[in-house]
């Protein structure tokens, strides 16, 4: 079959690493018209657009895209692209994996294997925000949650961790202090959470949620939690796991997938052929997983764990001494595929 995919390179890094993942997902066997657009500041400085009305339309028409890191400047000019992209399609799910593989170096544990769950569209992320005063000394940041919201991303991560048989749910909120907004998220989590008997359901308040995965990750399967918290402690998983090199990420809606390296366009070693492809190149095998292609999405993290266990052929974030390009960790990873 045939598939028809949007494909975002992005800025910075993006194009190298994208081009690896397009290589792997071919040499996996696994055939892609990739419809190639653009988005954040490579879009922004060509058509003083960082979303152009044609990268929207390509989404929408293909459902599933891969995208690079998109450069967002700080503090002024354009909003972030991911978060229109999210609010543009509605993708409520952000999902977040956190493993270790052997190779890659950790500070404290191996064998983790954790899946988070972000809801990824209201909170604090929904942009609505003013200075308070004329002088611009105040400023309010209005973050709405929603029953809905929380009905739609918890049962995901239910339902995702029935399918997968995970055995563990922990929602993760602030409700201790933010009553109202983190109730409802609570409240929701934990009547949901009645439905699936067979899945073990606990809650922690977040602060508390932060020092015990640094302390016992090992307690943690699934997780599951609002905008802001589930940024900040998606990526404190990421470090345990050995950096933000390593993580993909998947931006999932009720139709539309959007599938990316959590990592951002390192604008230090861009075009130099340097980075790390393995995160963009494990968001690949996650979207060829929510298509069905599991052989295929095996095979390839079966390939990029061999050659990060192996660590002859590994890019420099990973072996700062012994390193080799982008595309020589891509040719590596090609060479391990078992097409058979
Ligand atoms: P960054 O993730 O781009 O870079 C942080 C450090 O990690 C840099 O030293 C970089 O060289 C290194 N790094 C990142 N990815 C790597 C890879 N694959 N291989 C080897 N080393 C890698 O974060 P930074 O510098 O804060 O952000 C740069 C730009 O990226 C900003 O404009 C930011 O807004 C954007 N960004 C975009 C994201 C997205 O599109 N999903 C996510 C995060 C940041």
Known sequence: MNYKFTLIPGDGIGPEITKSAIRVIEGAGIK????????????????????????IDSVAKNKIALKGPLTTPVGKSFRSVNVA??????????????KTYQGIKTLYFDHIDIMMFRENTEEFY????????SSRTAAETIGIVTKRGCERIVRYAFEYSRKNNRKKVTAVHKANIMKYTGGIFLKVAQD???????????????????????????????????????DILSDLA??????????????????????EAVHGSAPDIAGKNL????????????MLE????????????????????????????INPVNYV??????????????TK
């Open 85 to 98: 992209l999210r609010k543009e399609f509605d993708l409520y799910v952000n999902k977040r994996p956190a």
């Open 290 to 317: 929510d298509v069905g292609e599991l052989k295929a999405s095996q095979r390839i993290e079966k390939a990029v764990a061999v050659v990060l266990a192996e660590g002859k052929k590994v890019t420099k974030d």
């Open 238 to 259: 990421s470090g345990l796991v050995g950096g933000l090199g390593m993580a993909p990420g998947a931006n999932i809606g009720s139709d539309i997938g959007i599938y």
């Open 126 to 133: 929904s942009g609505i925000e003013h200075y308070i005063d």
């Open 325 to 338: 390009s982008t595309d020589e960790m891509t040719d590596a990873i090609l060479e391990k595929l078992d």
């Open 32 to 55: 892609v018209d990739w419809e190639i657009t653009e988005a954040g500041l490579c879009a922004f400085d060509k058509y003083k657009d960082p979303l152009p009305q044609d990268t």
């Open 192 to 230: 949901i959470a009645a439905e699936y008997h067979e899945i073990e359901f606990n809650d922690k308040i977040v602060d508390n949620m932060a020092m015990q995965m640094v302390m016992n990750p090992y307690q943690f399967d699934v997780i599951v939690t609002t905008n802001l918290f589930g």
């Open 275 to 286: 980075a790390n492809p393995a995160a963009i190149i494990l968001a690949s095998v996650m």
